[in-house]
């Protein structure tokens, strides 16, 4: 998408976001069954013209390679957080396996400890045949696998390493961002990483899962761009809206967010691309941004250690 992207057949290309494939962030578009990719390479300009209304983008049926279009064409909030109806959410199976409504699919899944920022570290399970996907969509500044078994068997090792205190299950996007800016060294976040590992395989005896206790901790910062911290200032867009455009030239994307660097030397745009999702695209080369609800964020200063002298 992009520059580049294709016109709009009839209906549209609807926007699915951006997610992570074999190692490399991919924004992808959808025109009924058709659907549209192109990896979101650093240091290529991008716009698109937002056209509503916002709709769902369908749902991930059981056993389907492929995500169903929603059957209504529901319409969805234009700033909200949900990019699916609550038909389509009642059937996504990605929805139903996050809320325990899966109880077996036969696969084999890892326990994962990954790492935010200071006094972040998660704890979670993927399915083993996505890899590293869903660590590179969530965003963990680094991560290492645990351990490796059934859905049932990795689920109980998930909630007994949660409930010891040693790591969450969840965190906001927020608190996320806000560790952007400092997140120590490598060597830090290895030693975390593998110190909680242990904590969690003491836990973890007599589980029926394969511990893993070698696996290497995977460090993301350099990829995310974000050795250097994120931009001293930016702006976060909130939300969009019906023929609002969306422009700038990519930094390296950071889980399913980007990173726009605008003209003239203004403040770079941060877009979580679910916001993007369910909005129909049409390319706008040459045009600014513009018709965003922008809130600034800046660095936060260093705290003043000097003693007073008086």
Known sequence: MGVNAPRAAAGGW????????????????????RRHERVAEPGVPVGWLLTGPRRCTGAWLAGATERTPCPHHAVIEPDGGAVQCPACQSVDRG???????????????????????????????????????????QGALAWTFAARGSLPAVRRAELTVAASGLARERFTGKAKTEHWWRHGDA???????????????????????????GHPVTDH????????????????????????????????PIGRYLLLDQPEDADPLLLDTRLLTGWTLTPAPGRAASGLTVRPRLRPQEADTQEALF
């Open 221 to 252: 910062v350099a990829l995310y761009g974000l050795a250097d911290g994120a931009p001293a200032a930016y702006g976060q867009i909130d939300a969009l809206a019906d023929g609002a455009v969306v422009a700038g030239t990519l930094r390296p």
């Open 187 to 213: 060597a830090h976040r290895r030693t975390v990483l593998t110190d909680a590992r242990e904590r969690a395989h003491r836990l973890l005896d007599g589980h029926a899962v394969e511990l893993l206790p």
């Open 14 to 33: 609807i926007s699915t976001g951006l997610h992570w494939q074999d190692g490399r962030p991919v924004l992808s578009a959808v025109n009924g069954r």
């Open 95 to 137: 929805l139903a396996l996050a809320r325990d409504q899966i109880l077996d699919d036969g696969r084999t899944y890892r326990l994962y400890l990954a790492w935010f920022g200071e006094g972040l570290l998660k704890v979670g399970l993927t399915a083993e045949q996505r890899g590293t996907n869903r660590l590179l969509e």
